[in-house]
């Protein structure tokens, strides 16, 4: 069972495969994620501090790129294969919004293409 560190927040068993925004949010972190978890708004974003994933899915890297975002990865589109510790940077409190968004779907979506 992979560990999640989020930073500030503790250390987790999280189960193999899960979703990242949805482990972070099972752990009472507010992780926005306006597009429901479909890659399409980067409000997800998080900071690795360590174990990032060395592939992404295709959705990521061409939202990323149209952003012009680095250093973040968008934790709708990682599942938790292995030890990782992130910070949450992207949260509700203070970003305006009324909510987090919608339920993010349990598996990655768009279904992914890993690159």
């Known amino acids: ?4 560190t989020i930073e500030g927040v503790g250390t987790y068993d999280v189960p193999q495969g899960q979703r990242l925004v949805l482990a972070i949010e099972q752990q009472g972190v507010d992780i926005l994620h306006a ?3 479909n890659a399409r708004c980067t409000t997800c974003r998080v900071e690795f501090i ?5 592939t992404m899915t295709r959705a990521e890297k061409e939202k990323l790129e149209q952003k012009g975002l680095t250093g973040v990865r968008l934790s709708c589109q990682i599942a938790c294969d292995h030890d990782m510790t992130v910070r949450a940077i992207s949260r509700l409190e203070g970003s305006g919004r009324a909510d987090a968004g919608g339920p ?4 990655i979506q768009p279904p992914p293409e890993w690159v």
């Open 50 to 54: 360590e174990g990032e994933p060395s």
């Open 1 to 4: 069972m992979p560990k999640l």
């Open 104 to 107: 993010p779907d349990p598996a």
């Open 35 to 37: 597009c429901g978890g």
